[in-house]
């Protein structure tokens, strides 16, 4: 039995291995979308962990840190009992944020400062420092457990002790739950968990693979890969598990995502040998093949919130994270090095890991500007993987 899970773990987990024998390159194309230059900033009068968290959630979001005279804001504080904190604009010569914070801690008021520089220095744009993420974390020889942490891996708690193999953790949209694949019962099953009640239940329990779930944005619907019907294939229900329903027929599909109107399922499939991205209805109907030339063996999608990007996987002598339009007008563009990407809420951060087999790390990503740092506030020991960033 073990042996058929592994099989079975092995094609959907690690999505089947490049063939070789095309010898296929990433070709990198400047688009002028990525690569940007950072927003030049300087800061003064932070310490310790205040200034830690401050560079980090501005590093992955598209600042840059340098001296006053080249920088286009200047960011003066203190955190001497609490935070507080200014903006200056030095283009227009006035301050444009002044904020005190008090009764929460003291990261968490860096975070929440953090926050309210980028949404008064971007366009649109919204903080993610008091975003979760969840993720699978092993150490040698043990199986793993799903954790979860803030988004910069601060705070890490082990949510599951099932003492069997876990692996891909998916959020429930707007609530403190999670889905996640589990060999608890000596099958990969689908468990839903609740985060605040403690509540625990078998989603999907099929003979065969159960794994992969991802919910709809609006939180109505699981997509998933199950087998029970011969190949792994992309079946959607209910939230209550009602109405299952499969919507694909191919021999190896794997990993669904939704888009955010939650009438698309993006996922990875195989054609005439190749591995290749495509996209089904949520009502079912015809599969719809996505064009990623240049990025060979795509797995591993996710749709970001705004719906204009797909990132993605891409399979060659290493593992390299891919950022697409979702409408196939800008190519894949490789950003780095990794696997397993999942966006944050603004749509421009990735969360992913990378490193060697036993040893992965989580590291956050600017996309736009290919700023990229690992989470090292990361406490847990071991390997760190299968990222996903709750929404």
């Known amino acids: ?15 089947a291995a490049l063939d070789l024998s095309h010898g296929q390159e990433i070709q ?20 310790g962990e205040a200034a830690e968290v401050l560079r980090f959630d501005l590093y992955v979001q598209g600042f840059s840190f340098t001296t006053p005279d080249a920088a286009q804001y200047i960011i003066h504080g203190s955190d001497s009992g609490n ?32 926050n309210e520089i980028v949404e008064a220095t971007t366009p649109n744009g919204k903080g993610i420092g008091l975003t979760k993420i969840a993720f699978k974390s092993q150490v040698a020889g043990g199986h793993g457990e799903i954790y979860v942490s803030d988004f910069d891996g601060a705070g890490a708690q082990a949510v599951t002790s099932d003492r069997a193999i876990v692996a891909k953790p998916a959020w429930v949209p707007g609530r403190l739950a999670l889905f996640y694949t589990s060999y608890a019962r000596d099958n990969p099953d689908i468990f ?6 403690g509540q625990r239940r078998v989603f999907a329990g099929y003979s065969g693979l159960n794994t992969s779930a991802a919910v709809s944005p609006d939180g109505s619907k699981v997509a998933m890969i199950l087998s029970k019907s011969g190949s792994p294939n992309v079946w959607v229900c209910n939230i209550d598990g009602s109405g299952l329903k499969r919507l694909t027929t191919g021999l190896e599909d794997s990993s669904p995502c939704w888009s955010p109107d939650g009438q698309w399922i993006c996922f990875a499939t195989k054609k005439a040998e190749r591995r290749r991205l495509a996209k089904v209805s949520v009502e079912g109907g015809s599969v719809q093949y996505l064009n990623t030339a240049g990025a060979p063996s795509p ?18 002598g290493s593992f390299n994270i891919c950022v697409m339009s979702a409408d196939g ?25 990378h490193g060697s087999a036993g040893r992965q790390t989580l590291s956050v990503l600017d996309v736009f500007t290919k700023q990229y740092k690992d989470c090292h506030r990361m406490m847990t020991v071991g390997s760190n993987s299968q990222p996903a960033w709750a929404r």
């Not at 839903?192 to 009640?197: E, I, K, P, T, V």
């Not at 970001?304 to 399979?315: L, V």
């Open 1 to 15: 039995m073990k042996k058929t899970f592994f099989k079975l773990l092995a094609l959907t987990f690690t999505l």
């Open 28 to 47: 990198i194309t400047s688009t002028g979308v990525f690569g940007k230059k950072p927003i030049p900033v300087a800061m003064d009068g932070f310490t």
């Open 83 to 114: 935070v507080i904190g200014t903006v200056t604009d030095k283009v227009a010569r006035k301050v444009i944020l002044s904020r005190s914070y008090s009764g929460a801690s003291l990261r968490r008021q860096a975070h929440s400062f953090a």
């Open 192 to 197: 839903f968990h609740s985060l605040s009640s």
């Open 299 to 316: 797995t591993e999608p996710d749709w970001s919130p705004d719906g204009k990007w797909i990132a993605f996987t891409s399979m060659t």
């Open 329 to 353: 007008s800008i190519a894949p563009q490789v950003m780095v090095q990794g696997e397993n990407p999942s966006w944050s809420s603004n749509s421009r951060t990735l969360i992913f890991n």
